[in-house]
């Protein structure tokens, strides 16, 4: 934006209020031009996402653009003007595409759902399996807490963002998921920090709630906050279970109570939290040895096709969209048709 305004004459920083409200006529004329002009600069210097595309997807330089007003009314506190005639001049933009290369390349790659025996493949994979520098060992901590995670993804479709920090660097936050997180229904009581003996004797119509704490469709957990989701208690034959998994983690854990709302639910160790990298690395490793699957294969999944596997198998059960949109914790619809 900066090179942009540079080139053609003008302050990166439009703070006049009145071109930018349409109080100023001539002014507004401006500022509507300065924006359409960057729209076509930044698309014009673009490369695409991937080889295989012809050009570059126009509504990317959109949202660059609308990055660029986020971040000034965020930090010079100024609203600049409708993004109104730039949307329609990114709709021809977008003709001029289609024109030239047809519609494929408009059309975004999307990770494909797993399936009941993916997600089962990926529990069974044996001991000592490994990619890489890491090794499969379901007895160790690591392992109990990366098993309670595909679980729980696989029954309650969280974000990446909800299981796991972006890097290493990322510090702790209130508001993930937290030993705290969870409530035990056990006999018809709720406990908090349950011991060995008590979870015991768990049977069919217990479970775990998990408490949901903020998304990125929901920073201040105002809509999905005070709607746990809720994770049953099944036996062993009749196949996986997050509750089970989560009440192993909650075993091996030992988290006293006064330290639960600060401990990430999962990690490597208590008190630690997975990152994005650890957290898709073994979820490579038991997709691919647990379902015999190769590397290339196995890229046309992420971490995000449990989420996409729940609505799928919530949509195949007859599900109700509304029904579906509050389970997953969707607020709009374009996903959820998606």
């Known amino acids: ?68 007003w986020r971040y000034s009314k965020r930090v010079h506190k100024v609203e600049m003007v409708s993004l109104t005639q730039v949307q329609l001049a990114c709709k021809g933009l977008c003709r001029e595409y289609i024109e030239a290369y047809g519609v494929a390349g408009l059309v975004p790659e999307r990770k494909l759902p797993l399936t009941n025996d993916l997600i089962d493949g990926m529990l069974a994979c044996p001991d000592g399996a490994r990619r890489g520098g890491l090794c499969v060992d379901w007895a160790s901590y690591k392992w109990k807490a990366l098993r309670a995670t595909f679980a729980t993804l696989a029954e309650s479709g969280e974000r990446k963002d909800e299981i796991a920090k972006a890097s290493a660097q990322t510090k702790f936050r209130k508001g993930r998921f937290t030993f705290d997180s969870l409530r035990f229904k056990v006999g018809g009581a709720t406990l908090v920090n349950p011991s060995a003996a008590e979870l015991a004797g768990m049977a069919q119509g217990d479970g775990i709630y998990l408490a949901h704490g903020v998304a990125k469709n929901d920073p201040m957990g105002t809509w999905f906050a005070a709607t746990p989701s809720f994770l049953p208690w099944r036996p062993l034959a009749a196949g996986r279970c997050a509750c089970r998994e989560l009440v192993a983690l909650h075993l091996a854990a030992q988290v006293p109570s006064e330290l639960r709302a600060t401990t990430p639910l999962f990690g490597q160790w208590p008190g630690a939290e997975f990152t994005h990298a650890e957290v898709d690395a073994a979820f490579l490793l038991l997709l691919m040895v647990g379902n015999g699957m190769s590397e290339e294969k196995a890229r046309a999944y992420s971490v995000h096709s449990f989420r996409i596997f729940c609505a ?27």
Do not use: Q
Request: glycine share 6%; net charge positive.
């Open 312 to 338: 799928c198998a919530l949509l195949k059960a007859n599900c109700p969209r509304w029904l579906i949109k509050r389970l997953l914790r969707w607020r709009g619809d374009d996903s959820i048709e998606i």
């Open 1 to 68: 934006w900066e090179r942009v305004c540079l080139r053609l004459g003008t302050n990166p920083v439009r703070a006049d209020v009145a071109a930018n409200k349409g109080l100023d006529p001539v002014g507004y004329m401006e500022e509507v031009e300065l924006a359409c002009h960057a729209l076509i600069i930044f698309y014009a210097e673009m490369r695409p996402r991937s080889k295989k595309d012809p050009a570059a997807d126009p509504r990317s330089a959109l949202a660059k653009l609308r990055g660029v």
